[in-house]
């Protein structure tokens, strides 16, 4: 079992098509990324991170013992060269990430995807997989690399995302729409 990123061009992107926690408040802005975690790389917005408001961290989410949220920090462009929204990364000693705890019926789209490859061999497996989620539901949950890993079994710890759409992102990359079905 090898966990792969889907091959995308620069960093996860996320639109937020209809999700409450920035009408109601449950939104975490106030946590540095853990120094161990993020050491060697950035956190990318569509990441489904775990909150420690003890220490003050954001993690990896390797179970649910911690509260799960999703990274949607607003993009800050610092090179005219580079500053699409792909271009965008969270660092050590940036800005804090903004987190948004999910609730059922929430939706959003991503393309910071992950997947199993003794159950996708490749990305064009991934991809063919999810031509027709109508017949088969295909689900998304935590992985230890904070990309949403996404598999045709449901996922045992932290929120269930089941994938309602495949579309693509502003920038016309390929990219999955999730309703959160278990928060």
């Given at each position: 079992?090898?966990?792969?990123?889907?091959?995308?061009?620069?960093?996860?992107?996320?639109?937020?098509?209809?999700?409450?926690?920035?009408?109601?408040?449950?939104?975490?802005?106030?946590?540095?990324?853990?120094?161990?975690?993020?050491?060697?790389?950035?956190?990318?917005?569509?990441?489904?991170?775990?909150?420690?408001?003890?220490?003050?961290?954001?993690k990896f989410a390797t179970d649910d013992s911690l509260p799960?949220?999703?990274?949607?920090?607003?993009?800050?462009?610092?090179?005219?060269?580079?500053?699409?929204?792909?271009?965008?990364?969270?660092?050590?000693?940036?800005?804090?990430?903004?987190?948004?705890?999910?609730?059922?019926?929430?939706?959003?789209?991503?393309?910071?995807?992950?997947?199993?490859?003794?159950?996708?061999?490749?990305?064009?497996?991934?991809?063919?997989?999810?031509?027709?989620?109508?017949?088969?539901?295909?689900?998304?949950?935590?992985?230890?690399?904070?990309?949403?890993?996404?598999?045709?079994?449901?996922?045992?710890a932290g929120p269930v995302l089941l994938v309602v759409k495949?579309?693509?992102?502003?920038?016309?990359?390929?990219?999955?729409?999730?309703?959160?079905?278990?928060?």
């Open positions: 079992m090898a966990l792969q990123r889907l091959v995308i061009d620069g960093f996860g992107q996320l639109e937020l098509n209809q999700v409450a926690f920035r009408r109601d408040g449950r939104i975490e802005a106030q946590c540095a990324l853990d120094a161990t975690d993020f050491a060697d790389v950035p956190a990318e917005n569509g990441m489904l991170l775990a909150v420690d408001k003890v220490n003050e961290v954001i799960i949220a999703l990274n949607y920090t607003t993009e800050h462009m610092y090179d005219e060269r580079a500053n699409a929204l792909k271009d965008f990364k969270l660092e050590i000693g940036s800005f804090y990430p903004r987190m948004g705890f999910l609730a059922v019926g929430d939706r959003f789209t991503t393309n910071c995807l992950a997947y199993d490859t003794t159950e996708f061999a490749d990305d064009d497996a991934f991809k063919e997989a999810l031509e027709d989620i109508t017949t088969a539901p295909i689900y998304g949950g935590i992985s230890e690399e904070g990309a949403i890993k996404v598999s045709a079994t449901a996922p045992q495949v579309t693509t992102m502003p920038d016309g990359k390929y990219a999955l729409k999730f309703m959160v079905k278990e928060a």
